[in-house]
């Protein structure tokens, strides 16, 4: 009789591992601020570990990027909205980013925790590379989610 629920408990288990994923990478599809802008630093991608993103808990989000200029320093400046509302804006050092002088392919990571009372929804980030006379280098922007459901799991 024992086997029986055994058996039920593992395919329910599996089956929520199906339905609620673990935390994980994902990369993301981001868009050029101005598309028609010949950008000196191009980006080929954005990945964001772990996703769901999930408030109180530490989220990565790396830029892949190429340039042919020779960048010594500036700043990144990240935008922050929910549900079209500004709810956060910041700026660093793009050395303390990535190592500088930047030139070729390099990857900008950002890690940061999330308050933990931040609201689950729909976010779009817009991040900003300035050099250091604050002339943009790029601009992206790109979605991302932050899962009630997500929270809730990782809580229990």
Known sequence: MAVVPVKLLVALLF?????????????????????????????SGV???????KGGK???FSIAATTDENISGGKLVIDVKYLFLHVH??????CKETSCPVYGDFVI????????????????LTMKIVDGG???????????????????????
């Open 47 to 53: 990945d964001i570990t772990p996703y769901p993103v």
């Open 134 to 156: 604050d002339q943009e280098l790029s601009c992206i922007t790109f979605g991302f989610s932050i899962s009630l459901v997500a929270v809730a799991v990782a809580d229990s």
């Open 15 to 43: 089956s929520m591992c199906i339905l609620l994923p673990l935390s994980s990478a994902k990369s993301t599809d981001f868009q050029y601020c101005n598309k028609k802008a010949n950008y000196a630093v191009k980006v």
């Open 58 to 60: 530490e989220t990565t």
């Open 109 to 124: 990571s950002h890690s940061q925790a999330l308050p933990g009372i931040t609201p689950p929804g729909s976010y779009t």
């Open 89 to 94: 804006q910041e700026s660093h050092d793009i």
